[in-house]
């Protein structure tokens, strides 16, 4: 099989692994209903610089939960299968897709359970949603190049916390700034600054994924 049918493949089975259990979906659709809940609990009503930056931590933590577990469902014999049958550009590229699909039904779910219990003030609905979409997908592609370099460390959770900090910060302050234009309702071109960043950290955390993965494979 061409890389292209190895990566189809491989996603179809993450699918079909995800929806015979469906364990791990369903505890992380728990933790933000219980998370939105909680904060509803806590302040009741917020203002909105408050929204938009509760609602990114968030997603942040139920991204890190959801991702960091990318590689650690696979034994070390289903690895070695792996090794004999796929590339390693197959293997990566198949967890990014499958993490982005996982990673946006989440966020969606998060957001209108968010806007249901707290007060809805945005400005522009489709562009904030825009960037829910870009904050997803850069969630997804930064947490599982992580997780898979954290995987080959012994999956030690300190190695994935020191990765990702430099790396996630940058990317919210990003995603805080396009999400308040969105919010105020600004010009959607003020914002095309912060897409284009978005676009680029997203191509650049795919192209490092690709060419560092198939060492990482190798151990």
Known sequence: MNVFQQVKTLVYKEIILEWRSKYALNSILLYVVSTVFVCFQAFKSVDSVIWNVLFWIILLFTAINAMSRSFLQESS?????YYTIVSPQA??????????????????????????????????LPFYFLAVVLGSISFANVFTMISGISAKAGNSSSIMAILSFPVIIPLLIVLIKFSKNAMAGLERSESFAE?????????????ISLLLFPYLWRD
């Open 77 to 81: 014999n289903r690895q070695m299968y």
């Open 91 to 124: 293997v990566i590229l198949s967890k990014i897709i499958y993490n982005t699909l996982i990673m946006l039904i989440i966020s969606l779910i998060a957001f209108v359970v968010y806007s249901v219990i707290f007060k809805n003030p945005i400005g522009d």
């Open 195 to 207: 897409i284009g960043v978005l676009l680029a950290i997203n191509i650049v955390t795919i192209a």
